[in-house]
C-alpha cells in the first residue's frame, strides 16, 4: 500500500527494510547451517574411508584364511586336532603320575 504522505511512506519503507533484515538473518543462518553440515559430511566420509577400509583389510584376511583352510582340508584339521587332544591326554596323565609319586613319597 504506497502512500503520498511522506511520513507513511518512511515507515512502509523501514518496515520492509526490517523484513529485508531478518530475512537476511535467516538466509545467513541458514548458510552457516549448510555449511556446517557440509563439514560433518566430510568428517563422516572420512571415517566411513577408514571403516571400508578396514573392512576391505577384514575381507582379505578371511579370504585368504578360508583359502588356507580349503588347502589343508577339513580332514587334515580334524587329524591334527585328535593328535593334539591325544598329546594333552598323555601330558594329564603324566601330570597325575608325577603328583601322586609325589604325594606317596612326601612322608
Known amino acids: 500500500m504506497t502512500t503520498n504522505d511522506p511520513h507513511e511512506r518512511f515507515l512502509e519503507l523501514e518496515e520492509q527494510a526490517n523484513q529485508l533484515v531478518d530475512?537476511?538473518?535467516?538466509?545467513?543462518?541458514?548458510?552457516?547451517?549448510?555449511?556446517?553440515?557440509?563439514?560433518?559430511?566430510?568428517e563422516v566420509s572420512g571415517q566411513?574411508?577408514?571403516?571400508?577400509?578396514?573392512?576391505?583389510a577384514a575381507t582379505i584376511a578371511i579370504t585368504e584364511t578360508a583359502q588356507k583352510l580349503n588347502e589343508i582340508?577339513?580332514?587334515?584339521?580334524?587329524?591334527?586336532?585328535?593328535?593334539?587332544?591325544?598329546?594333552?591326554?598323555?601330558?594329564?596323565?603324566?601330570?597325575?603320575?608325577?603328583?601322586?609319586?609325589?604325594?606317596l613319597t612326601f612322608n
Open 23 to 42: 530475512s537476511l538473518a535467516k538466509l545467513r543462518a541458514e548458510a552457516e547451517s549448510y555449511q556446517t553440515a557440509t563439514g560433518h559430511l566430510g
Open 73 to 103: 582340508g577339513t580332514p587334515e584339521i580334524l587329524s591334527r586336532l585328535s593328535s593334539v587332544e591325544t598329546k594333552l591326554q598323555e601330558i594329564d596323565q603324566q601330570s597325575k603320575r608325577s603328583i601322586l609319586a609325589r604325594l
Open 48 to 56: 566411513i574411508q577408514i571403516t571400508l577400509e578396514g573392512i576391505q
